[in-house]
């Protein structure tokens, strides 16, 4: 059974309300471009595997040994895996994983931003703004009046 690992945790500060939205705005951007180049990948990577199927099909009718495309072996190093030259599928399966991963991420991040709109009203005021992330996600929001310190 794997053990489960913490999600990271950062704490990052804004000055105002713009600058907050100005964040997870960039942060979203990034995101969905970031996704936008695993999904081309991915695409590349599945006209690969398809190809490597009906290879190892046409062996094994030929009279082959079945699997003649070995899945990759990976190393793993202190809890980090590491593929060296992946076949097809193998690195299908990873950049899937990532894209889902990301693309949630993404859905969380326009939550919360929607989720928040309200504070844009506090936008011409002067703010001390914590934000907890986790996972990359918004966990808290710590909000001071600098005046009130």
Avoid: C, W
Wanted: charged letters at 30%; zero cysteines.
């Amino acid at each position: 059974m794997e053990e489960a690992t913490p999600a990271y945790k950062d704490i990052l500060e804004f000055s105002s309300i713009d600058d907050l939205f100005s964040h997870i705005d960039e942060e979203i951007k990034r995101k969905k471009t970031m996704l936008g180049n695993i999904i081309r990948e991915i695409e590349r990577l599945k006209t690969i595997s398809e190809a490597t199927s009906k290879l190892e099909q046409i062996l094994r009718e030929l009279g082959g040994q079945a699997g003649a495309v070995k899945p990759s072996p990976s190393v793993n190093l202190n809890g980090v895996e590491v593929f060296v030259n992946p076949d097809p599928v193998s690195e299908l399966k990873l950049l899937t994983e990532a894209a889902r991963g990301l693309q949630s991420s993404i859905s969380s991040l326009e939550r919360a931003r929607k989720s928040i709109a309200p504070l844009l009203k506090l936008k011409d005021v002067d703010l001390d703004i914590k934000v907890v992330f986790e996972g990359g996600n918004i966990k808290s929001i710590i909000i001071k009046f600098p005046t009130l310190l």
